[in-house]
C-alpha cells in the first residue's frame, strides 16, 4: 500500500510529484510503471539506496535492466487500489440514511484489510 497520497489536479502528471512521494523513504526497492521512467526519479532512488525496478520506455535510447520477477509484484498493489474503487461508488452515494457513508466505508476498510492479509500470506508462502 502507499505511504503516502498526494492529490493533484487530474491533468497533473504522476511523474512529476515522484521526488516528493519518496523523498526520505526507507526502502530496497521503488517498483514504478514506465510512467516515473526518468533519469531524476532513478538518480533519486539511488541516491536512498532504493534499487528503481522500473521498466524502460521503448523510446529510451538506452534501454536498461530491470528485475523482472520482482516487477511483476507491482500487481498486488494495482489489485489493492481496485479493490477500493470498487467501494468507492458505494461509499460516496447519497442515501436517506446519513450514516450509510460511514457504514459503507468502514465496510471497505475492513474488506480491504482482509484483502491485503490474504494477498500477503499467500506472496510469503510463495516466497518462503
Not at 491533468?11 to 523523498?23: F, G, P, S, W
Given at each position: 500500500?502507499?505511504?503516502?497520497?498526494?492529490?493533484?489536479?487530474?491533468?497533473?502528471?504522476?511523474?512529476?510529484?515522484?521526488?516528493?512521494?519518496?523523498?526520505?523513504?526507507?526502502?530496497?526497492?521503488?517498483?514504478?510503471?514506465?510512467?516515473?521512467?526518468?533519469?531524476?526519479?532513478?538518480e533519486q532512488a539511488r541516491k536512498q539506496g532504493m534499487e528503481a525496478i522500473?521498466?524502460?520506455?521503448?523510446?529510451?535510447?538506452?534501454?536498461?535492466?530491470?528485475?523482472?520477477?520482482?516487477?511483476?509484484?507491482?500487481?498486488?498493489?494495482?489489485?489493492?487500489?481496485?479493490?477500493?474503487?470498487?467501494?468507492?461508488?458505494?461509499?460516496?452515494?447519497?442515501?436517506?440514511?446519513?450514516?450509510?457513508?460511514?457504514?459503507?466505508?468502514?465496510?471497505?476498510?475492513?474488506?480491504?484489510?482482509?484483502?491485503?492479509?490474504?494477498?500477503?500470506s499467500k506472496c510469503d508462502r510463495s516466497q518462503g
Open positions: 500500500m502507499p505511504v503516502r497520497v498526494f492529490i493533484t489536479q487530474g491533468t497533473t502528471a504522476d511523474c512529476t510529484q515522484a521526488d516528493r512521494l519518496i523523498e526520505g523513504l526507507d526502502a530496497d526497492y521503488l517498483l514504478a510503471d514506465r510512467g516515473y521512467d526518468s533519469n531524476a526519479i532513478i522500473i521498466p524502460p520506455k521503448k523510446n529510451r535510447t538506452a534501454q536498461r535492466s530491470y528485475d523482472k520477477e520482482l516487477y511483476k509484484l507491482r500487481h498486488l498493489v494495482e489489485n489493492a487500489f481496485l479493490h477500493i474503487k470498487r467501494w468507492r461508488g458505494i461509499a460516496t452515494r447519497y442515501a436517506k440514511n446519513r450514516f450509510f457513508p460511514c457504514r459503507c466505508t468502514n465496510q471497505m476498510y475492513r474488506s480491504l484489510g482482509k484483502y491485503l492479509v490474504t494477498t500477503l
